[in-house]
Nanobody, 114 residues
């Protein structure tokens, strides 16, 4: 079973930056489209960004131009660089493959607060 481990969250002021990282324990990491999601308590999980095996990326409209998704297939890692953070970006962030998802990891908390 694939295990997902997210890290890099924290408390940041509006306008600040964070870089999230996620490692997946699968030898076939490079073939999957990977994604970052986020969830606020009481709300559904929201798709934030995706990156294909060919490194084509898509973004939620509200993060376009502020967030960048990367992948390092040699390290089985997908990262999310988050700049110009806003209060509304506060959430628990998760990574997973797009579509037929693996079991969710613990996520990493991002809190944007002054």
């Amino acid at each position: 079973q694939v295990r997902l481990v997210e890290s890099g969250g924290g408390l940041v002021q509006p306008g600040g930056s964070l870089r999230l990282s996620c490692t997946a324990t699968t030898s076939r990491f490079s073939v999957y489209t990977m994604a970052w999601y986020r969830q606020v308590p009481g709300n559904q999980r929201e798709l934030v960004a995706t990156i294909t095996s060919g490194r084509i990326t898509t973004y939620l409209d509200s993060v376009e131009g502020r967030f960048t998704i990367f992948r390092d297939n040699a390290k089985n890692t997908v990262a999310l660089q988050m700049n110009s953070l806003k209060f509304d970006d506060t959430a628990v962030y998760y990574c997973n493959r797009l579509g037929d998802q693996w079991a969710w990891g613990q996520g990493t908390q991002v809190t944007v607060s002054s």
